[in-house]
């Protein structure tokens, strides 16, 4: 199969994804009792039957939600998102603003876990089961086990509350391509890369602990290559195969991760968006940025399945 | 029976749970009712079997909402679980899915005891009605189904009626006979009043909370009210700051736990929003830290007139309109007033009054009360018109079918201007609360109303909020921050504070003005960073925070915690309709059972007041006419005492025996 037809088949299953996910979600935010006009309403002696019902139904909240959901997806379908119920303000324009807020932190996430993870990686597994491995490895599984909101929260403690290095507060005032971005973006994105670096960490070592006792290494060594040439390029290409499945089942993780981190670090993305939505019942919201989530999801599978092509030519597109 | 636990030791009987012991810093309190009563052995009969099935009793708690919520009613269902006459289950949920269940007119008949916490007002009425009167059920928030016409007829008196709008004595009266009744009949449990807080850097003198969280920043920044000034002073630390050593300028910056939904006052009811809001608005008067009014915008106002009207005196003033199918009034202008006979859910038609005819209707003379306010010359707009009464009427006009149309045309029945500067303002029925309510709107500008759709002034929608404020907008990003800064043409810097207002009487010393130049509110939603933020400096102050964090920073000298008894209320409600909740025997043993010494101490850390009456300071002025007499008549009912509850639970075994 051809590249183009890959890419053109992959790209035709992202609409069942998204038809599904879009149906449980709504499914399930309906299920969940509690919704915004009796949050708004609730506590407020003074607003009658009457007139929550007259908001029910000004906010499309009443019928059933089987009627519901095909109002909303007629609405996606034609690029409407809708607005949010308590403010009317249109939901794309809300979720395009906290986009690239939440792409920046992930990409700097995943640049830091990357940047810890191959080299770690490699060095413990060329030095398999001494101390340096064991450390690695150590550190690795307390990484994967650290709850991220946790390591945030420590992150400040310690270097601004205790160091005074970082500011708490993000720089609500710089544009995100300013270069001081960098440095707030330091504590958010090495909390969310922690979990991610451990367990490439691990899954790299382990991969590479067995290639390098394939017999094409012995053989290489044989030929008298250096060892650096034998681990860095011969190695390490095919231990690569499984980190990029990991990497993509990550990305999900990553992308769920900055739901804590955002909050904990008051970092304007999707994240903070998505939990301030649920809290408060906004529907719209929170179905457009599960939309979101769920189109990055598929694209870093697809984007994992380029990949392992490229890095193993056996593997075809099929 | 063996899994009843008595235990006849005091400090076990207190100490044995481990919710004590997650309670920290304040755990070491004394346990009130502890000693005595509390240590007394358990009677001879509860402990045999012969008492019947009526114990023990199963029993279930239910309650959403905040931690401390919860951990208050594992502690109360503790206490009872402890006299062996109950078998108590504790159910939590999430804060909106538990309104979604007790608030339903149905909910009562589970038989369960709910719990929920309300924000009360200057008006006693906040602590009794919303509560007790059977028109709440199903609403908020009658949640245990008291349906008791004597009660509703005593609540509507006490506010409504041209007696009680006349004689403030006997408004006090009436609602101390509603105290009294309350605490006879226990139909609910209030079990503390909370404490409005702010904690504030050292940076910030001269600080002080509003009772009510919407004010915590106007208020403290400048409120002539109450010779109430805040100001930055970075140099020296704050403690017994002193007018003598004020300093003007700096920018205070403040967290705030959520965004505002918007700048629009009457298009929003959170908390953020309207914080923001009052420092960019203001009304036509002005309440002290005591409820007590005074004229703002309108420098002098008078009640002209009182009628014996009801709602029905409208009938001839009003039309017939459709309703819909999900029961709502199917017409376009907000409903002025619905004829109390007609009911939108269940009729085809309801006669309403809109706008237009409730003018028509004040004209001719069919009003509860009449207000005449006068508003001030020469006060600006941010955009530099001059308010007039055209103003004043387009805003109420403004408040037509908003988020809070409710409340304010629950009382306001029409708004005319005289001339200029003359402003009428009509009540729907003579209401002993007017004074207060009938004015509970922010004055905008005619021109912006007229310039924008409704519910878009804001800077989100591109439009800029003008108001007659002391600070004027700068900048907002969504969900980030806000920035304001000091109107310099505000009214009452230009004339002095001691001319612009007859009724000050503070210190020559006293600023005309707030001194801080600007103001910048952070959005920051987690509590945890937010309180971080503070403790680092970079915002000088927040308020929300958790008690046992306010601890931290009361013991810190870096930092003030500023408290103010609020108008918060937490309760438990009795499902009255339910066996055997119908007996008020049991609604007594149970409330006797309730250690609100206990909960104030251990679960709020002290943040709190316990309710030794229904009523709380902030709404003593009106709301009593003799407050000592009434804590010295209601207290004990409401004490912690084992032994008389262990009596009453007795006397009601051995009734259930000889019947059965």
């Given at each position: 199969?051809?590249?183009?037809?890959?890419?053109?088949?992959?790209?035709?299953?992202?609409?069942?994804?998204?038809?599904?996910?879009?149906?449980?979600?709504?499914?399930?935010?309906?299920?969940?009792p509690?919704?915004?006009?009796?949050?708004?309403?609730?506590?407020?002696?003074?607003?009658?039957?009457?007139?929550e019902?007259?908001?029910?139904e000004?906010?499309?909240?009443?019928?059933?939600?089987?009627?519901?959901?095909?109002?909303?997806?007629?609405?996606?379908?034609?690029?409407?998102?809708?607005?949010?119920?308590?403010?009317?303000?249109?939901?794309?324009?809300?979720v395009?603003?906290r986009?690239?807020?939440t792409?920046?932190?992930?990409?700097?996430?995943?640049?830091?876990?990357?940047?810890?993870?191959?080299?770690?990686?490699?060095?413990?597994?060329?030095?398999?089961?001494?101390?340096?491995?064991?450390?690695?490895?150590?550190?690795?599984?307390?990484?994967?086990?650290?709850?991220?909101?946790?390591?945030?929260l420590?992150?400040?403690?310690?270097?601004?509350?205790?160091?005074?290095?970082?500011?708490?507060?993000?720089?609500?005032?710089?544009?995100?391509?300013?270069?001081?971005?960098?440095?707030?973006?330091?504590?958010?994105?090495?909390?969310?890369?922690?979990?991610?670096?451990?367990?490439v960490?691990r899954?790299?070592?382990?991969?590479?602990?067995e290639?390098?006792?394939?017999?094409?290494?012995?053989?290489?060594?044989?030929?008298?290559?250096?060892?650096?040439?034998?681990?860095?390029?011969?190695?390490?290409?095919?231990?690569?195969v499984?980190?990029?499945?990991?990497?993509?089942?990550?990305?999900?993780?990553?992308?769920?991760?900055?739901?804590?981190?955002?909050?904990?670090?008051?970092?304007?993305?999707?994240?903070?968006?998505?939990?301030?939505?649920?809290?408060?019942?906004?529907?719209?919201?929170?179905?457009?940025?599960?939309?979101?989530?769920?189109?990055?999801?598929?694209?870093?599978?697809?984007?994992?399945?380029?990949?392992?092509?490229?890095?193993?030519?056996?593997?075809?597109?099929? | 029976?063996?899994?009843?636990?008595?235990?006849?030791?005091?400090?076990?009987?207190l100490?044995?749970?481990?919710?004590?012991?997650?309670i920290?810093?304040?755990?070491?309190?004394?346990?009130?009712?502890?000693?005595g009563?509390?240590?007394?052995?358990?009677?001879?009969?509860?402990?045999?079997?012969?008492?019947g099935?009526?114990?023990?009793?199963?029993v279930?708690?239910?309650?959403?909402?905040?931690?401390?919520?919860?951990?208050?009613?594992?502690?109360?269902?503790?206490?009872?679980?402890?006299?062996?006459?109950?078998?108590?289950?504790?159910?939590?949920?999430?804060?909106?899915?538990?309104?979604?269940?007790?608030?339903?007119?149905?909910?009562?008949?589970?038989?369960?005891?709910?719990?929920?916490?309300?924000?009360?007002?200057?008006?006693?009425?906040?602590?009794?009605n919303?509560?007790?009167?059977?028109?709440?059920?199903?609403a908020?928030?009658?949640?245990?189904?008291i349906?008791?016409?004597?009660?509703?007829?005593?609540?509507?008196?006490?506010?409504?009626?041209?007696?009680?709008?006349?004689?403030?004595?006997?408004?006090?009266?009436?609602?101390?006979?509603?105290w009294?009744?309350?605490?006879?009949?226990?139909?609910?449990?209030?079990?503390?009043?909370?404490?409005?807080?702010?904690?504030?850097?050292?940076?910030?003198?001269?600080?002080?909370?509003?009772?009510?969280?919407?004010?915590?920043?106007?208020?403290?920044?400048?409120?002539?009210?109450?010779?109430?000034?805040?100001?930055?002073?970075?140099?020296?630390?704050?403690?017994d700051?002193?007018?003598a050593?004020l300093?003007?300028?700096?920018?205070?910056?403040?967290?705030?736990?959520?965004?505002?939904?918007?700048?629009?006052?009457?298009?929003?009811?959170?908390?953020?929003?309207t914080?923001?809001?009052?420092?960019?608005?203001?009304?036509?008067?002005?309440?002290?830290?005591?409820?007590?009014?005074?004229?703002?915008?309108?420098?002098?106002?008078?009640?002209?007139?009182?009628?014996?009207?009801d709602?029905?005196?409208?009938?001839?003033?009003?039309?017939?309109?459709?309703?819909?199918?999900e029961?709502?009034?199917?017409?376009?202008?907000?409903?002025?007033?619905?004829?109390?006979?007609?009911?939108?859910?269940?009729d085809?038609?309801?006669?309403?009054?809109?706008?237009d005819?409730a003018?028509?209707?004040?004209?001719?003379?069919?009003?509860?009360?009449?207000?005449?306010?006068?508003?001030?010359?020469?006060?600006?707009?941010?955009?530099?018109?001059?308010?007039?009464?055209?103003?004043?009427?387009?805003?109420?006009?403004?408040?037509?079918?908003?988020?809070?149309?409710?409340?304010?045309?629950?009382?306001?029945?029409?708004?005319?201007?005289?001339?200029?500067?003359?402003?009428?303002?009509?009540?729907?029925?003579?209401?002993?609360?007017a004074?207060?309510?009938?004015?509970?709107?922010?004055?905008?500008?005619?021109?912006?109303?007229?310039?924008?759709?409704?519910?878009s002034?804001?800077?989100?929608?591109?439009?800029?909020?003008?108001?007659?404020?002391?600070?004027?907008?700068?900048?907002?990003?969504?969900?980030?921050?806000?920035?304001?800064?000091?109107?310099?043409?505000?009214?009452?810097?230009?004339?002095?504070?001691?001319?612009?207002?007859?009724?000050?009487?503070?210190p020559?010393?006293?600023?005309?003005?707030?001194?801080?130049?600007?103001?910048?509110?952070?959005?920051?939603?987690?509590?945890?960073t937010?309180?971080?933020?503070?403790?680092?400096?970079?915002?000088?102050?927040?308020?929300?925070?958790?008690s046992?964090?306010?601890?931290?920073?009361?013991?810190?000298?870096?930092?003030?915690?500023?408290?103010?008894?609020?108008?918060?209320?937490?309760?438990?409600?009795?499902?009255?309709?339910?066996?055997?909740?119908?007996?008020?025997?049991l609604?007594?043993?149970?409330?006797?059972?309730?250690?609100?010494?206990?909960?104030?101490?251990?679960?709020?850390?002290?943040?709190?007041?316990?309710?030794?009456?229904?009523?709380?300071?902030?709404?003593?002025?009106?709301?009593?006419?003799?407050?000592?007499?009434?804590?010295?008549?209601?207290?004990?009912?409401?004490?912690?005492?084992?032994?008389?509850?262990?009596?009453?639970?007795?006397?009601?075994?051995?009734?259930?025996?000889?019947?059965?």
């Open positions: 199969m051809s590249l183009r037809r890959f890419v053109l088949r992959r790209a035709l299953s992202v609409v069942p994804v998204l038809f599904g996910v879009s149906a449980i979600t709504f499914g399930l935010f309906h299920l969940t509690g919704d915004p006009v009796s949050q708004l309403v609730a506590l407020n002696p003074d607003v009658s039957a009457a007139e019902a007259r908001l029910r000004r906010w499309g909240l009443s019928g059933p939600v089987w009627r519901q959901y095909l109002a909303w997806l007629s609405n996606v379908l034609v690029g409407d998102f809708g607005r949010e119920l308590r403010t009317g303000r249109a939901v794309s324009a809300i395009w603003r986009l690239p807020e792409v920046v932190l992930g990409l700097f996430g995943w640049t830091f876990a990357i940047a810890i993870a191959i080299p770690a990686g490699i060095y413990a597994a060329v030095h398999e089961g001494r101390l340096g491995d064991v450390a690695s490895r150590v550190l690795a599984l307390s990484g994967v086990s650290v709850p991220n909101f946790w390591l945030g420590v992150l400040i403690l310690v270097f601004s509350l205790y160091l005074g290095v970082f500011p708490v507060l993000p720089p609500s005032r710089l544009p995100l391509y300013h270069p001081e971005t960098l440095r707030y973006l330091l504590l958010p994105g090495v909390t969310i890369g922690t979990a991610a670096a451990a367990s960490t899954v790299l070592r382990t991969a590479m602990v290639e390098l006792n394939e017999e094409y290494v012995t053989a290489a060594r044989a030929r008298g290559l250096p060892e650096r040439t034998v681990v860095f390029k011969h190695a390490l290409r095919n231990s690569l499984s980190v990029v499945t990991l990497a993509a089942t990550l990305t999900a993780g990553i992308v769920a991760g900055s739901v804590v981190v955002e909050s904990v670090f008051n970092w304007p993305g999707l994240g903070s968006e998505f939990v301030q939505a649920i809290d408060r019942r906004e529907v719209n919201v929170v179905m457009a940025i599960t939309l979101v989530t769920a189109v990055a999801v598929v694209i870093a599978n697809f984007l994992a399945d380029v990949l392992y092509a490229a890095l193993d030519p056996r593997i075809g597109y099929d | 029976m063996a899994d009843r636990h008595r235990v006849a030791d005091c400090s076990r009987r100490d044995r749970r481990n919710l004590l012991a997650t920290g810093a304040a755990g070491s309190a004394g346990f009130a009712g502890c000693g009563q509390g240590a007394t052995e358990p009677s001879e009969s509860a402990e045999s079997d012969d008492d099935d009526l114990f023990p009793l199963s279930r708690l239910e309650t959403g909402g905040t931690d401390e919520r919860i951990r208050m009613v594992e502690l109360i269902a503790e206490s009872l679980q402890q006299t062996g006459y109950f078998e108590t289950e504790v159910e939590t949920y999430e804060w909106s899915a538990y309104l979604d269940r007790v608030i339903n007119p149905a909910y009562q008949d589970n038989g369960y005891l709910p719990s929920i916490g309300l924000s009360g007002t200057f008006n006693p009425h906040s602590f009794c919303a509560i007790h009167n059977s028109a709440n059920i199903g908020c928030c009658n949640l245990g189904g349906a008791d016409p004597e009660l509703d007829e005593l609540l509507d008196s006490a506010r409504y009626g041209i007696e009680v709008v006349e004689d403030s004595r006997l408004r006090a009266e009436t609602y101390d006979e509603i009294r009744t309350l605490a006879e009949e226990r139909y609910t449990s209030f079990t503390h009043f909370g404490v409005e807080t702010a904690v504030t850097t050292a940076d910030v003198h001269g600080f002080a909370v509003w009772p009510f969280p919407e004010g915590v920043l106007g208020y403290g920044l400048f409120s002539p009210q109450d010779e109430q000034v805040a100001w930055i002073d970075r140099e020296r630390p704050a403690g700051s002193d007018l050593d300093t003007s300028g700096g920018t205070l910056t403040a967290a705030v736990s959520t965004n505002p939904d918007s700048f629009d006052p009457p298009h929003s009811s959170d908390t953020t929003s914080v923001v809001q009052n420092l960019l608005f203001e009304g036509l008067v002005a309440n002290d830290v005591e409820g007590n009014v005074y004229p703002w915008l309108a420098e002098r106002y008078e009640l002209r007139d009182v009628r014996d009207v709602r029905t005196a409208y009938e001839g003033y009003m039309r017939s309109v459709g309703t819909t199918a029961g709502a009034v199917d017409v376009d202008e907000q409903v002025i007033v619905r004829h109390p006979e007609d009911d939108p859910t269940a085809d038609e309801v006669r309403v009054l809109l706008p005819d003018r028509e209707a004040a004209a001719d003379g069919t009003y509860g009360m009449w207000f005449r306010y006068e508003l001030r010359e020469g006060v600006e707009f941010h955009d530099g018109s001059e308010l007039t009464a055209e103003d004043v009427v387009a805003s109420y006009g403004y408040y037509e079918n908003s988020t809070t149309a409710p409340q304010t045309f629950d009382s306001v029945l029409a708004v005319v201007a005289v001339d200029e500067y003359v402003v009428d303002v009509y009540a729907q029925v003579p209401d002993a609360e004074e207060r309510e009938l004015p509970g709107v922010y004055v905008l500008s005619a021109d912006q109303i007229a310039d924008v759709e409704k519910g002034i804001d800077p989100r929608e591109g439009v800029t909020p003008v108001g007659t404020g002391p600070f004027e907008f700068v900048e907002f990003a969504d969900e980030e921050y806000l920035e304001v800064s000091r109107f310099d043409d505000y009214w009452v810097g230009k004339r002095g504070v001691a001319e612009a207002f007859e009724w000050f009487d503070g020559d010393a006293f600023p005309d003005g707030p001194l801080v130049d600007a103001v910048e509110v952070e959005v920051v939603p987690d509590d945890a937010r309180a971080g933020a503070l403790r680092s400096g970079e915002v000088d102050l927040t308020y929300d925070v958790a046992a964090t306010l601890d931290e920073f009361a013991d810190d000298d870096g930092f003030l915690v500023h408290a103010v008894a609020s108008g918060g209320y937490d309760y438990l409600q009795y499902p009255v309709n339910v066996e055997p909740w119908d007996d008020p025997r609604r007594e043993a149970v409330n006797h059972l309730i250690p609100r010494q206990r909960i104030v101490d251990n679960v709020l850390n002290g943040w709190a007041e316990p309710a030794w009456t229904p009523i709380p300071r902030i709404a003593r002025g009106a709301g009593t006419a003799d407050y000592e007499a009434l804590e010295t008549a209601v207290r004990p009912l409401n004490e912690y005492d084992v032994e008389r509850a262990e009596e009453l639970l007795e006397e009601m075994a051995g009734e259930y025996d000889e019947s059965s």
